[in-house]
Nanobody, 124 residues
């Protein structure tokens, strides 16, 4: 059984940085695509970033390009999201997702496993 546990969220001022982590247990992490999504109150779940099994291919939502970086450590079975130059509109619950496919996807429906999420709040 795959379990994903996010951490690293918190309250930060606009312009600040946070680094999210998602630790996986069970499953086949090193051959699975991973992603971060986010969901703000009253809004639909939104794609943030994705990374392929070996880290060689990444993709980002236009709203975070140049500010966020996704990475992974297959030995530690962990995926990261480095968030810089944070804006109030980045406030949301950030969720980690794992897909039984070598490559990631921007579609939430393509993912097989989800974490519970970690809250990120950016104050203006």
């Amino acid at each position: 059984q795959v379990q994903l546990v996010e951490s690293g969220g918190g309250l930060v001022q606009a312009g600040g940085s946070l680094r999210l982590s998602c630790a996986a247990s069970g499953g086949t992490f090193s051959t699975d695509g991973m992603a971060w999504f986010r969901q703000a109150p009253g809004k639909e779940r939104e794609f943030v970033a994705t990374i392929s099994w070996g880290g060689g291919r990444t993709d980002y939502a236009d709203s975070v390009k140049g500010r966020f970086t996704i990475s992974r450590n297959n030995t530690k079975k962990t995926v990261y999201l480095q968030m810089n130059s944070l804006k109030p509109e980045d406030t949301a619950v950030y969720l980690c997702a794992q897909r039984r496919n070598l490559f990631g996807s921007a579609l939430a429906a393509d993912y097989d496993y989800w974490g519970q999420g970690t809250q990120v709040t950016v104050s203006s």
